[in-house]
């Protein structure tokens, strides 16, 4: 009898004496450490839809398990509970793995700056010491932050910033660049393979109407008709990434072979009165625009220059802002008719 191995065996076919051992591809498993985030969460479903073995970790002090509800029924995915800033354990075999986990909204991380600073030091150690493990491909979630309040516009790659250590956002920014520098240390010594990818201001259903960034925070005010906030005279700048756009980069950064870090973000800069304004206009709301203090170091500008991701990754946003933005104020007014009293 003869056997034709095709791959992996994982079926059996017999057909007329022989038997052909036929190979589905053998499922990768990655693990996403901050799974039930809004971003990690996005991720944990898209790799799904790819045919990935998810292991999602999280300690939910800012995810949420409502994230990955629609998730737990599938037969790749497991949620585990649990502070990477304490030791890692996983079993089973593991191909990647993206270390998401951070708090990651200004409210966030200047109520929690000790857990943030642990995570991006500690949780980025321990994250790495299990890719060295496993032999995997470790992927930090990196931010523009790292570039602080910038002097220069756009911000490419090779730009290396301009944050203050000690302010109150320090705590974020500093945990991100010294995690970038131990991901390439790990990288240079280890010779693990590594990305890294510096993630702009994102949106997109899932994000917290409570997380105290420009987006929900306009679009929740502006469904009620409330005052929207605009902190110090909104002629500061950002750069809007859609959730969607935004993991298609991770994606192709993820199988790249690029250790360097990328800049994965929309270049399109709006000011923040122009993002309420818009925001307003498309609620058809009755809100008035008022303004607020400042929060203290709030980046003047933020633009990415994204033409390493283009060249690398073939990679470039499709999503406009105002498609991103309706699908954005569906979420949240789906959120709304669910619960009302919130
Ligand atoms: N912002 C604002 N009103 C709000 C929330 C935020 O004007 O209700 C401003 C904030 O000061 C900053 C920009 O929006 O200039 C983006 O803030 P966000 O918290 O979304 O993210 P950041 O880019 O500061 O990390």
Not at 45 to 69: H, P, W
Not at 298 to 317: C, E, F, H, S, Y
Request: charged fraction near 20%; hydrophobic fraction near 40%.
């Amino acid at each position: 009898m003869e056997i034709f191995v095709r791959a992996i065996p994982t079926a059996t076919v017999k057909k007329h004496g022989s038997t052909y051992l036929f190979m589905k591809p053998a499922l990768k498993t990655v693990l996403v450490t901050g799974g039930a985030g809004f971003l990690g969460s996005h991720f944990c479903e898209f790799l799904l839809a790819k045919g990935y073995r998810v292991i999602c970790m999280d300690n939910l002090i800012t995810g949420s398990t409502t994230n990955i509800q629609h998730l737990t029924s599938h037969k790749q995915f497991r949620f585990v509970k649990h502070d990477v800033t304490q030791h890692i354990s996983v079993a089973e075999e593991i191909h990647y793995i993206l270390h998401f986990a951070s708090p990651a909204s200004p409210i966030d991380y200047l109520k929690l700056p000790i857990q943030t600073l642990k995570v991006g030091a500690l949780g980025t150690h321990n994250a790495l010491g299990l890719a060295k493990a496993k032999k995997a491909v470790f992927m930090l979630s990196s931010t523009s932050e790292v570039y602080g309040d910038p002097l220069v516009s756009p911000q490419k790659e090779s730009y290396w910033g301009n944050v203050n250590p000690i302010g109150p956002r320090g705590v974020y920014d500093e945990a991100k660049r010294f995690a970038e520098a131990l991901t390439m240390a790990y990288h240079r010594v280890h010779k693990i393979p590594v990305r890294i990818a510096r993630i702009f201001n994102t949106y997109g259903p899932r994000m917290r109407k409570d997380d105290g960034r420009a987006i929900p925070n306009f679009i929740t005010q502006a469904l009620a008709n409330k005052a929207v906030t605009v902190y110090g005279d909104g002629s500061q700048t950002r750069s809007f990434s859609y959730v969607a756009d935004e993991i298609d980069g991770l994606y192709r950064l993820m199988l790249s072979d690029v250790n360097e870090p990328v800049n994965i973000g929309n270049p399109q800069e709006l000011t923040l009165l122009e993002i309420a304004q818009q925001i307003v206009a498309l609620t058809k709301s009755k809100s008035k625009i008022t303004f607020a203090p400042l929060p203290v170091d709030d980046p003047k500008v933020r633009k990415p220059d994204i033409t390493l991701a283009q060249q690398k990754l073939g990679w470039k946003p499709t999503t406009t802002l105002e498609e991103g933005l309706q699908k954005t104020i569906a979420f949240f007014q789906q959120q709304h008719a669910k619960n009302p009293l919130h």
